[in-house]
C-alpha cells in the first residue's frame, strides 16, 4: 500500500515541496545533465531556415546525423503558437478534479492523464498531459471548456490544419534529399487519389510543473515518437534533450518562434533505417513550469500499411522491416516498448 506522502495526484504536482519516493529517479552521471541554465552549450541539432535555397540538402544531413533539427520561417504565425500554448495554460491551471474530469480512460489514447510511456517505468514522471485525438476531443472540450468551447476548438481546428500542412511540406522536402518523391510512397498516392488527408495526427498538451530536486527527477523519460514526424513548440523553457550516440545527452535550448522536428519510428521505417528515430526525453526545472506541445503526424488512415519506400530499398535491398499499419504498429510498441522496431524487422536483413 502506498504511504501518504506517495499518494500523490499528478494534477498537483508543482505544489509538493520534496520529490516523492515514487518520483525519484536513480540517474548515472551522463543521464543526470539537467538544460544548462546559461548559453554554454556544447553542440545541438540544427536549426534551418526553411527558406534555404539548400533546404532538402540542410534537412537530409539533419535527419541522418540527429534524427532531429529546428526550423524558423515555417509559416506558422505567432499569434496561434500563442494561442496554444495560453490554451494549454488554462488547461492546466485548473484544480486537479476539473482536469480529472477529462481524464483518458483505460483504452481511448485520448484524455488528461500521465505520459502513455509510463506503464514501461517503475518510477513515475513529472508531468502531466492532454492528448487531443482526431475526432474525440470536441466531447472532451465540452466538458473542459463549456463557455469558450468553439474558441478552443477553433484554436485546435487552425492549429492541426497548419501542422498538417507543414508536415506535409517537410516530408516532401526529406524525401527529395533521398532522391523520391511523396509519389514513391504507395499508401500517399492512395490517400491522394482518395481525397483523404496524408495521415492522422494527435496533439499532445504537456506540462512539466516545477520541481523541487530536478536532478533526480524525469519529466518525460526516454523514448522514441510512434508516428512519422513530430512538430514540437517549446514554451522559452528549455528542457527537452536528444540523444546521440557520439554526444551522450544533447539539450534543445529553445529558440523564441522556432519549432522542433524529430523523426519517429514510421519515418524511420519509410527511409529503410536511412534516418533514426531520435531517442529523446525531457528534464524539468526548479524554478519554472514548462509546456510543449507536441504534434504527432501519423501514418495513412485506416488500415493502410507502411513499409520502407522501394525506390529507397533498391532492387536488391535489404529491405529492413516488413509492411505495417499505424494501428498494429502501436500495438506492438504498448506491448514491447523500445523493442518495437526490432519486432518488425526482417530478420535475416544483413543477409
Ligand atoms: C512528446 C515529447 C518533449 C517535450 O510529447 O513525445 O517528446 O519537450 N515531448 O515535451
Ligand atoms: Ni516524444
Known sequence: MPSINEDVSIGNL??????PDSFTWKLTAADSILPPSSAAVKESIPVINLSDPEVTTLLGNACKTWGAFQIANHGIPQSLL????????????????????????NKGVSGYGEPRISLFFEKKMWSEGLTIADGSYRNQFLTIWPRDYTKYCGIIEEYKGEMENLASRLLSCILGSLGVTVDDIEWAQKTEKSGSKMGQSVIRLNHYPVCPEPERAMGLAAHTDS???????????????????????VTVEPIPGVLVVNIGDLF???????FPSVVHRARVNRTKSRISIAYLWGGPAGEVEISPISKI??????CLYRPVTWSEYLRIK???????????????ATN
Open 334 to 348: 504498448f506491448e514491447v516498448f523500445d523493442k518495437a522496431l526490432d519486432a518488425i524487422r526482417v530478420v535475416n
Open 227 to 249: 508516428c512519422l514526424l513530430t512538430i514540437l513548440h517549446q514554451s522559452n523553457m528549455g528542457g527537452l534533450q536528444v540523444f546521440k550516440e557520439e554526444s551522450g545527452w
Open 268 to 274: 524511420h521505417i519509410l527511409s529503410n533505417g536511412k
Open 313 to 318: 530499398v533498391g532492387p536488391v535491398g535489404p
Open 14 to 19: 508543482g505544489s509538493l515541496q520534496t520529490l
Open 82 to 105: 500563442d494561442d496554444v500554448e495560453s490554451l494549454s495554460k488554462t488547461f492546466f491551471d485548473m484544480p486537479s478534479e476539473r482536469k480529472l474530469e477529462a481524464a483518458s480512460s
